[in-house]
């Protein structure tokens, strides 16, 4: 099983950007979504779909970003909007699959320039 985050770069605060996890493998998602870690901090959760619809997301970004999948090709999406720099992290894509195995991207660095 492979996650493939892109999308990650350098954006000016009040920006925003689009990461994009293409999971590839035998794999039967049931929670998709998205981790950050920033320099010196311990890995969060900052927004998560479950197979059967539901969303979670951090109070850090609610209201901020928007998390969405598209089964067929097994992707998950993370939009951000009004971007601060302490949204400055590696984000990882994250997937838990029925049955309990999880896996992890290799991340994408997001940087926020204030």
């Known amino acids: 099983v492979q996650l493939v985050e892109s999308g990650g770069g350098l954006v000016q605060a009040g920006g925003s950007l689009r990461l994009s996890c293409k999971v590839s493998?035998?794999?039967?998602?049931?929670?998709m979504g998205w981790y950050r870690q920033a320099p010196g901090l311990e890995r969060e959760m900052v927004a998560t779909?479950?197979?059967?619809?539901?969303?979670a997301y951090a109070d850090s970004v609610k209201g901020r970003a928007t998390v969405s999948r598209n089964k067929a090709e097994d992707m998950v999406y993370l939009q951000m909007d009004s971007l601060k720099p302490e949204d400055t992290a590696v984000y990882y894509c994250?997937?838990?699959?029925?049955?309990?195995?999880?896996?992890w991207g290799r991340g994408t660095q997001v940087t926020v320039s204030s």
């Open positions: 994250n997937v838990v699959a029925w049955g309990g195995p999880q896996y």
């Open positions: 493998g035998s794999v039967f998602p049931y929670i």
């Open positions: 779909s479950t197979s059967v619809g539901g969303a």
